[in-house]
């Protein structure tokens, strides 16, 4: 478990009454150097709402905060002293969650009330993997380069991960856990998972891993299950994914074939 500050981007709509609407979050992640920030997409419920209100440019003033990208740590402090137009950011706070997309989403669901959240489509581990397929078709992978279900040797005997990449030898790792099912299957193959991670990293420190990780829909299972699984797999050195990973990481992973 990490510690990720954070801030609420408020929307005034009017200066006089200085009512403010919760219109996103931004989660800095002191760690890696960036912010990720997330807002409302729906601004035709807010133009309805505040038909007085410029929201053409509140959007595109949000959009300039949304996604991920390089900051330092003074930035949500500076945030929080600035005020453009309507748009205000509170005082940083702070959240314990396993990684910062987790953190979010946990933030973004507890206070943006705006407009009604879409439910996130469900994946189960087979259809992760059926997605870690196509990316490969789609950036055309070597069959050469591609071993499917290899077997690592360690402590706890042989783990059989999804995918294995490899320009001579394995040099990369892909396995998917899906928690939108048996969550304790999950969990115990994610600790599964860390503990292979380890070993394999003892008898070749340049062998990388990614673990796509698809959340659950309950928030209970999600603090029980889910965040604890991310923190063995984040301290075994492990790369840790969500299903829009996939692709970004099997690019990463075909440079790396290409120069070896």
Aim: proline share 4%.
């Amino acid at each position: 478990m990490a510690t990720f500050n954070f801030v609420i981007a408020k929307f005034v709509p009017d200066l006089v009454k200085n009512e403010p609407v919760n219109v996103g979050v931004i989660v800095n992640d002191s760690a890696s150097g960036k912010s990720f920030g997330r807002f409302v997409e729906n601004f035709r419920t807010l133009g309805s709402r505040y038909p007085d209100s410029n929201i053409n440019a509140l959007k595109i003033m949000l959009d300039s905060y949304r996604g991920e990208y390089q900051t330092n740590d003074e930035y949500l402090k500076k945030l929080s002293k600035d005020s453009q137009f309507q748009l205000r950011f509170t005082e940083p706070n702070a959240i314990r969650s396993g990684i910062p997309s987790t953190a979010l989403e946990l933030l973004f669901e507890k206070y943006i009330g705006v407009e009604s959240k879409p439910r996130k489509q469900i994946l189960t581990k087979i259809q992760l993997r059926s997605m870690v397929t196509k990316g490969i078709e789609h950036y055309e992978f070597k069959k050469e380069w591609i071993e499917k279900r290899p077997k690592i040797k360690g402590r706890i005997g042989h783990f059989t991960f999804d995918y294995g990449f490899k320009n001579g030898k394995i040099n990369d790792l892909i396995h998917t856990i899906s928690f939108a099912g048996n969550a304790k299957t999950a969990y115990r193959d994610s600790k599964a998972l860390a503990i292979s991670v380890e070993d394999a990293l003892c008898n070749d420190e340049h062998l990388t891993c990614t673990a796509i990780i698809h959340p659950p829909s309950n928030e209970k299972i999600l603090r029980e299950f889910y965040e604890p699984s991310l923190g063995y797999l984040k301290d075994k050195d492990c790369i840790v994914k969500d299903e829009d990973g996939i692709e970004p990481s099997l690019k990463k992973i075909k440079e790396k074939l290409l120069t070896h």
